[in-house]
């Protein structure tokens, strides 16, 4: 989305889906989150969300996103945030808020989804999910058929071959 703001009249305004809202009620999470550490993040974007506001929740969520730790405190210098926040990593009272943000998302096009999820123009749709992410002007045609895909009467769904598997 932040490429396609660069070529397109379009504004992200963030908001938070928890994978853990999402599947905790499942029996086996689809994550592999057994010790419900994808919370972690979550509780931190809440805790930005909370005190600064959607613009800030997609500095840190982009700055973290760059990151292959778990460095909460880094990522949100990075992001010219307050480190301290990393704390609320473990503050399960910024779960009930998350499971809100999430409900909120869900609700725009059901729960047999995941993230991300994406309403512009009156439709909302889930996707697109992307082993590669497209620059310039390739970001907007990506958006600009998303937007005339989703926003055909009777559209559900659309998926391509599986990604190839990136062996490091």
Known sequence: M???TQVRPVTVRWQ???LSALNEHLDEDPEGDTEGYLWFPARVCAA???RYGKAALGEFYSMYGKRDDWDFAAALKEAGLAPELA???TDEDLDDELR???ARGIAMVGGHIGTPIVAA???AFFGPVISQVPRGEHAGLLWDGLLVVAGTPGFHELKGPPAPEIVS
């Open 2 to 4: 932040l490429e396609v």
């Open 16 to 18: 938070i889906l928890s």
């Open 48 to 50: 930005v969300e909370r």
């Open 87 to 89: 704390e609320a990593a």
């Open 100 to 102: 809100a943000s999430t």
């Open 121 to 123: 123009g009156g439709i």
